[in-house]
């Protein structure tokens, strides 16, 4: 665990959600299911999709906006712009590049990172590391997803489960008052890349008419193999990040868990025996949005003042690479 002194805090948040409300009677009229099958296995009730034109770049430059707003600081003193995303608007430039423009953070350096449902806690790793390294001092780290772009609406085993959403945190210097980032664990399993994944439309598999026919360019899901393999690897990740930081789970006042599917988060915090008053849950309203579930998740629990300066928190996330990860943060 790192000196007091020398620590990077979440010192704001932001989020933006599209207007649009797809709710799972919506799906029963796109493809085979029932508003009871969705929510008893999932507890997804709802999710939030673009408008057309709306893009990764807008509600990430809003979530961005949003949380330099919570922290009154200018778009002008962001150093550097990390986003996190699985569906960047164009393969070249990064995504980050467009939000940087529409945020007006002209001093910043802007880039992307790819780790799926676990990009933005990377990408919080990263900013903890450019902060604390004494690199620089403001990192905005946003997540930001329109899984509705790279659904397969014809596919019921995966189209109910996602939603479009975007939520950001700016890292800071520590204020020397034991806030800060207190421990990261990050681990990746390539050898299970084909579990969630999209076959086609990359540089190995570019588009063809044949890809288009049989939606390859689309995320596939082996369900039921990941499910089982993210409460594992969340258990795990917990377990390993509280003791690196010195805690018991008994010293965190809220679990957010990446918002992937009730009965993941429940297992995981049975295992990890946290009572429900401290976990925090919104995949009712959102759906699956992949990196952005956790920083959107952080500004909701902020806003309703269920955490605020102080709070120790345990974030864990799962999800395509394999890809996962968690870490302990007091606000
Ligand atoms: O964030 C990235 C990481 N991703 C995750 O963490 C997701 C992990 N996986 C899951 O959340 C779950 O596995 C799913 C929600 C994807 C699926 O739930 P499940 O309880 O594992 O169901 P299953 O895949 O075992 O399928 C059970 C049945 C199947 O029918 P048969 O073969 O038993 O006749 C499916 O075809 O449910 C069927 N099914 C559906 N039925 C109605 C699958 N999707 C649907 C649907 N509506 N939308």
Redesign the pocket.
């Given at each position: 665990m790192k000196h007091p002194t020398s620590r990077a805090m979440i010192s704001a948040t932001g989020m933006s959600v599209p207007d649009k409300v797809v709710t799972n009677a919506d799906?029963e009229r796109i493809?085979?299911?029932?508003d009871e099958?969705?929510t008893s296995?999932?507890g997804i009730r709802e999710r939030r999709m673009c408008a057309e034109g709306e893009n990764t770049a807008d509600m990430a430059a809003e979530a961005g906006r949003r949380a330099l707003e919570d922290a009154g600081l200018p778009p002008e003193d962001v150093e550097i712009l990390i986003l996190s995303t699985a569906t960047p608007d164009h393969l070249l430039p990064a995504t980050a590049c467009e939000a940087q423009a529409i945020l007006g953070c002209e001093n910043a350096a802007a880039f992307d990172i790819s780790a799926?449902?676990a990009g933005w806690l990377y990408g919080v790793a990263l900013a903890d590391a450019m902060v604390t390294s004494g690199m620089h001092d403001n990192v905005l780290i946003i997540g930001s997803e329109k899984m509705s772009a790279i659904l397969d609406y014809t596919d019921?085993?995966?189209?109910?489960?996602f939603g479009d959403g975007a939520g950001a945190a700016l890292v800071t210097r520590g204020n020397g008052n034991g806030r800060g980032i207190l421990a990261t664990h990050m681990r990746t399993n390539g050898r299970q890349a084909h579990l969630?994944w999209r076959p086609a439309g990359g540089a190995a598999m570019p588009s063809t008419d044949v890809t288009r026919s049989e939606h390859m360019e689309y995320v596939k899901?082996e369900?039921?193999e990941?499910?089982k393999q993210?409460v594992v690897a969340m258990e795990d990740s917990c377990r390993r990040v509280l003791e690196i930081a010195g805690m018991t789970i008994s010293d965190i006042d809220l679990v957010i868990p990446?918002q992937?599917?009730i009965?993941?988060i429940d297992a995981v915090t049975k295992r990890l025996e946290v009572d429900d008053e401290r976990v925090f849950v919104n995949i009712d309203r959102y759906g699956?949005t992949?990196s952005a579930?956790i920083p959107i998740a952080l500004d909701e629990a902020r806003r309703q003042g269920r955490v605020g300066a102080g709070s120790k928190l345990l974030m864990t996330a799962?999800?395509?690479g394999l890809a996962w990860g968690a870490s302990v943060v007091v606000l």
């Open positions: 799906f493809v085979e299911t029932t099958w969705i296995r999932t799926a449902c019921r085993t995966t189209c109910v489960l969630l899901q369900g039921r990941v499910f993210a990446h992937a599917n009965r993941i699956n992949s579930s799962f999800g395509g």
